[in-house]
């Protein structure tokens, strides 16, 4: 088998990447048509599962660091998919796409930019699972392991503390200084963005020459979050809301933006 083929097989991106987009883009054509963006978040999740599973049509026999990558991937996946699909059927909208959600070129974009998200951010995983792993774990794989459970577990009581606090009707239209919120303007995004970094420490146990560039892929969802889509729109958010509230303003002069303490 020449190099060409050799490297067909190790590394079946093209093919990930189609289905990647593909899901994106049918998904985006009935959410345009009944003006909704509430699949949006879900859509995203079930394709992060969809493409972990497909590895499997190149490699059946997984090796253990493969299982367990693929099941916190699938657990991640299930988990938040469930938590904001209910979320937004709740709130009836999702007001990141106020004005997308009539603009079908914007909304269009909307939809690539979770295509390119879902696979910069599955990439080394997708390079550990779509090949054979005959590396033995070592204390990088238990790092990353331990360093997902932490990020998982803080995403999972932040959201929870948050979905808690808002539900009480004494709380209508109050912000949330509670909890990991007390300690952290925004946990929830630094637990995953922790939760990531493992799982890419995991897949590096198996990453030769170049490959190790993947670090690239946690950092660009870290920017994403901190720099683009995630914390600047809700900080602005937040300001719009609360700006005039003497409490929320020493809240967020003495609380960490991200990193209890340091950031």
Not at 101 to 130: A, C, D, H
Not at 133 to 155: A, C, K
Request: charged share 20%; net charge positive; hydrophobic share 45%.
């Amino acid at each position: 088998m020449d190099s060409k083929m050799i490297a067909f097989v190790e590394y079946p991106l093209f093919e990930l990447a189609t289905v990647d987009f593909s899901i994106q883009f049918c998904v985006f054509v009935a959410s345009a048509f009944l003006k909704t963006e509430k699949f949006y978040d879900l859509t995203g999740s079930l394709t992060f599962i969809i493409l972990a599973h497909l590895c499997t049509k190149w490699i059946p026999d997984r090796s253990e660091r493969q299982t367990i990558q693929s099941g916190m991937i699938l657990t991640w996946a299930v988990r938040l998919g469930t938590f904001l699909f209910i979320r937004v059927l709740k709130s009836g909208k999702d007001r990141r796409f106020d004005k997308a959600r009539e603009n079908p070129k914007l909304f269009f974009v909307y939809w690539t930019m979770q295509g390119m998200w879902v696979f910069i951010t599955l990439l080394p995983s997708l390079l550990l699972l779509s090949r054979p792993d005959f590396t033995p774990l070592s204390n990088r794989d238990y790092f990353g392991f331990g360093l997902w459970i932490l990020g998982f577990t803080i995403e999972v009581v932040a959201d929870f503390q948050k979905s808690v606090f808002t539900n009480l009707p004494e709380n209508k239209g109050k912000f949330i200084n509670t909890g990991l919120w007390s300690v952290s303007r925004h946990p929830n995004y630094l637990g995953e963005i922790l939760l990531w970094f493992g799982l890419y420490f995991s897949a590096s146990s198996t990453f030769k020459g170049r490959e190790i560039l993947c670090v690239l892929c946690p950092i660009f969802d870290m920017f994403l979050i901190t720099r683009i889509s995630g914390i600047p729109i809700l900080e602005k958010h937040g300001m719009q809301k609360w700006g005039k509230d003497r409490q929320y303003i020493q809240y967020v002069k003495k609380t960490s933006l991200l990193i209890p303490y340091l950031w």
